[in-house]
């Protein structure tokens, strides 16, 4: 069974960093696309970033600049390292691949 145990999350003030981490289980992680994405106190689900197994990355553009995955296949981990943290980044955060999802970690950002 593919699980995610995500981490990190927090009440931080806008201009703040925040470091995601996700561990996975169940899966063949170094050949695995895994994705992080929020669901919004409106309840929309955005994708915020992607890694592939060779480390190629990509970004939503609201996040493109101050967000960084990365991964650490020896330990199963993708993180997210969030830095300049606005407001409108306020959301619970998942890790995911297909339809998997963890149970996320909420972010708070508020002055």
């Known amino acids: 069974e593919v699980q995610f145990v995500e981490s990190g999350g927090g009440l931080v003030r806008p201009g703040e960093s925040l470091r995601l981490s996700c561990v996975a289980s169940?899966?063949?992680?170094?050949?695995?696309?895994i994705n992080w994405v929020r669901q919004t106190p409106e309840k929309e689900l955005d994708w915020v970033s992607t890694?592939?197994?060779?480390?190629?990355?990509a970004y939503a553009d609201s996040v493109m600049g101050r967000f960084t995955i990365s991964r650490d296949n020896a330990k199963n981990t993708v993180y997210l390292q969030m830095n300049n943290l606005k407001p409108e980044d306020t959301a619970v955060y998942y890790c995911?691949?297909?339809?998997?999802r963890g149970r996320g970690t909420q972010v708070t950002v508020s002055a």
């Open positions: 995911s691949m297909m339809t998997h």
């Open positions: 169940g899966l063949t992680f170094t050949s695995s696309v």
């Open positions: 890694i592939a197994p060779d480390h190629t990355t």
